[in-house]
């Protein structure tokens, strides 16, 4: 059997009784998926010596990859539970409903999104321990598995951020910034993918600080970033415009993509929704602006979408807070 397939099936089956499970059977199906691999499908077969480099990373990928979503599984369990022991009875049925329709998207979603990235791991380690590669060629191979690694991470973390949106885990943390200074953050965070586009920033307001969570915003940001550089030709451009006012700060962000189509205008939102005009990242797991709309909505404040009279869509953040000039700021800390 080709082994990318075997890890595979492996690794969905150690997920899917993470889900259902405790903390130690979920440890323990990983450790017997890790043994049956090494044992049955790895050369030499019928013993645990290992007798390739691929093979060994291979090996331990599997192992790794399990044992991460154990935990996350076993994290986002636990996050449920204390949020339905503190709700009153009607939010209890409404977050146990939720939670089963997480399980099992979570599920599903793994299944799906984690192939590609092993797959291309796994064949990454094969090129790298073929003969007669040059040493520009092992550095394109090893290139492209930081690649991988880094969009399993991503994949990994939007799951932790959903988490803690629907248990209600996150709290605000209010701080004075600047609202340029959350558009360089969320940039800096998102560097690797927006250096393939062209950033166009726009103070749209006076010098003025928000009361807002930094991190938050940023991390809300980002994620509409993110998703208007995938759906984006490579190298279009992206602009951001800043805004704030007596009634709080305002983002918009335009891309120069294919834009929405009608009934898109407010399913872009839900989870696990990939557009229907397809996306340049091949790694979409259609979390992030239902992300970005938790992330706001802990600070009650709200994302809208729409398309551009002269093409690409509009995302438009809007968040409530007060603001003030930099100087009446240092005058009350003085």
Known sequence: MNETAVALALLLV???IAAFS?????IAASLIAFACFNLFFLAPVGTFAIARTEDALALFALLAVSLIGSHLSQQARRSAAQALAAAHDQQEAEIARLSAETKAALVASFSHELKTPLTALTVAADNVAAPGLSDDERREQMAIVHVEL???KRLFDNVIAMASVDTHAT???LDWVHPIDIVDA???QLRSVLQQHVIEVSEVMEARVALLDPRLTTAALAHVLQNAASYSPLGSLISIDVGADAGGVTFTVRDRGPGLRGEEV???FDRFY???AGTSDRFSSGMGLAIARGLLDIQHGTIHAANHRYGGAVFTIQIPAPT???SDLTKDVA
Do not use: I, K, M, Y
Request: charged residues 25%.
């Open 14 to 16: 150690v997920l899917c």
């Open 266 to 268: 407010n399913q872009v």
């Open 171 to 173: 709290t605000a943390e």
């Open 324 to 326: 003030r000039s930099p």
């Open 150 to 152: 880094d969009r399993l």
């Open 186 to 188: 969320a940039r800096q």
């Open 274 to 276: 990939r557009g229907a």
């Open 22 to 26: 405790t903390r130690l059977v979920a």
